[in-house]
């Protein structure tokens, strides 16, 4: 069955260094989002990414945070400068059509931790 | 208030018995989705349940929705132990290509 992976599953990181979260979506899905969950509370929408570019994106998704399909089947965040703050799980996902109107699948998630 | 509150915050039963979990929403919704996700570990999509329809079913799952009091309620029967987990209900507002997630019920199933 298709899934999508995420790397790392667990990534640690000193506090204003840079972090790349990588994601592979289900190859034929054309629409990608990310989302995280900090500990204990509830998941949170980040961004969605449709045709190469941003669709939308939440409040949280401020410059300190970028989103790239940078070969076709990749799909990254990156975070600039971490924050103690920015410790969550991050959620990676991807639907065939509009998310809502087809289920959407995520990935197991990255657990961040900022030091 | 937030959208996509479930309640309870927490429930805990017997294996075998049923586990009723509500969510309230404030917006209009094009459709409203139920996500498990067990300690852990990422989301897995239970059921979506679209704005025209009342219920659907899927196996042990009965989701209802009434758009007239933004509500909706997800049955599990007959519970397994396995069913434990964090239960999440999401809805896609109207026109918005996001989903929101709700703040979750934890079931808690005793074997």
Not at chain 1, 4 to 23: D, Y
Not at chain 1, 80 to 90: C, F, G, Q, V
Not at chain 2, 52 to 62: D, F, V
Not at chain 2, 75 to 103: H, M, P, W
Request: with cysteine.
């Amino acid at each position: 069955e298709p899934e999508v992976t995420q790397t790392p599953s667990h990534q640690v990181t000193q506090m204003g260094q840079e972090v790349i979260l990588r994601c592979v979506p289900i190859s034929n899905h054309l629409y990608f989002y990310w989302y995280r969950q900090i500990l204990g509370q509830k998941v949170e929408f980040l961004v969605s990414f449709y045709n190469n570019e941003i669709s939308e994106k939440s409040e949280i998704f401020d410059d300190q945070f970028s989103v790239e399909r940078p070969d076709g089947s990749n799909f990254t965040l990156k975070i600039r400068s971490t924050k103690l703050e920015d410790s969550a799980m991050y959620f990676c996902a991807s639907s065939e059509a509009r998310i809502g109107v087809t289920e959407a699948f995520f990935g197991q998630g990255t657990r961040l931790t900022v030091v | 208030s937030q959208q996509g509150e479930e309640d309870p915050q927490a429930l805990s039963i017997q294996e075998g018995e049923n586990a009723t979990m509500n969510c309230s929403y404030k917006t209009s919704i094009n459709n409203l989705q139920w996500y498990r996700q067990n300690s852990g570990r990422g989301l897995v999509h239970l059921i979506l349940i679209r704005s025209n329809e009342r219920e659907k079913h899927s196996g042990r799952l009965r989701v209802t929705l009434d758009t007239s009091k933004k509500s909706s309620s997800l049955l599990i029967t007959a519970s397994r132990a396995a069913d434990t987990a964090s239960y999440f209900c999401a809805t896609l507002e109207g026109g918005y290509q996001k989903v929101t997630f709700g703040t979750g019920t934890k079931l808690q199933v005793i074997p």
